[in-house]
């Protein structure tokens, strides 16, 4: 073997060291990355997944607080129409009242300079105060009529502003979803990824997580409670275990265990270090999973 061929198959073997090396190390950092990938990706579908849904339930909301807004609006109008009419009645029978008053006195005039009429007057003013007395009552009815009126008017009212803290709490829900959903896009975008590829290409780890909101907390029997915004129709049941995040940090602060359920909401004892359950507050998330 010539010197030439020698030295060929030295820089062929070095050659192939260095690029096997090479070899390993890109692909054990491009491990990570990907791992990182595939969860944001997994986390930004929940997110999108549970935008959607807020978006469908206060497209929801709005169109039936509209519909009861006007409803109500229409009741309002027709009871405010009676109550004027009533009120007209009401000045119609005190017109006739004070009239028959003046057919009364009258008469009274005239029993005093005619003592043959005595008796036709005497009859004559029971008639009238059969009729004032009549008159009295059904002017008293218009009135109590008039009363209930006024509490329908005041009871659609305060219905229209609890329909309106209903759609304004969805509203501020809605945006705290987005705002979750706007600062996973941009983790991903900071690992590389494209959030709309990624939105759209779906969910590769199996079933979605549960996430929520606390919507309030409370003292009881010297036990920390709170109050989320999700329930058994979101698939809550009683004993599950959710990690809860300071909304703003993403911070884990401690855990919440559901005791009590309903609906759309649910309710359940907060454990925590005492550092960590001061900082809890309503707006905070929950999830199942991180």
Do not use: C, W
Not at 142 to 148: G, I, K, M, T
Not at 265 to 273: K, N, V
Request: aromatic share 2%.
């Amino acid at each position: 073997m010539s010197p030439l061929t020698k030295l060929f198959v030295v820089l062929l073997v070095l050659t192939s060291t260095l690029l096997t090396a090479g070899v390993v190390t890109f692909v054990n950092k491009l491990d990570p990355i990907q791992k990182n990938l595939d969860l944001a990706k997994t986390q930004l579908a929940d997110k999108q997944a549970l935008l959607d849904q807020r978006s469908s339930d206060l497209a929801t909301a709005q169109a039936q607080y509209q519909a009861e807004v006007q409803a109500h609006a229409d009741e309002v109008a027709g009871l405010k129409k009676d109550q004027l009419k009533l009120q007209s009645d009401i000045g119609n029978r005190e017109g006739q009242i004070a009239q028959l008053n003046n057919q009364l006195a009258v008469l009274t005039s005239a029993n005093n300079s005619q003592a043959a009429a005595v008796a036709a007057s005497e009859d004559a003013k029971a008639k009238l105060n059969e009729q004032v007395a009549a008159l009295r009552k059904d002017a008293d009815q218009r009135l109590s009529q008039v009363a209930d009126l006024g509490q329908r008017v005041n009871k659609l009212v305060a219905d229209l502003d609890q329909t309106e803290k209903a759609r304004r709490n969805l509203a501020e829900q809605l945006t705290q979803v987005k705002a979750q959903a706007d600062k996973q896009a941009a983790m991903i975008k900071d690992l590389g990824g494209n959030p709309a590829q990624l939105a759209n290409a779906g969910t590769q780890a199996g079933a979605p997580s549960i996430n929520g909101v606390i919507r309030s907390r409370r003292s009881i029997a010297g036990k920390e409670y709170a109050t989320i915004s999700i329930g058994s129709q979101d698939y809550v049941t009683k004993g599950m275990q959710f990690k809860i995040l300071d909304k703003n940090t993403g911070q884990f602060l401690g855990m919440l265990q559901v005791e009590v359920i309903d609906t759309n909401e649910a309710m359940g004892q907060i454990t925590a270090d005492p550092g960590a359950l001061a900082q809890i507050k309503a707006g905070d998330v929950i999830k199942t999973q991180i």
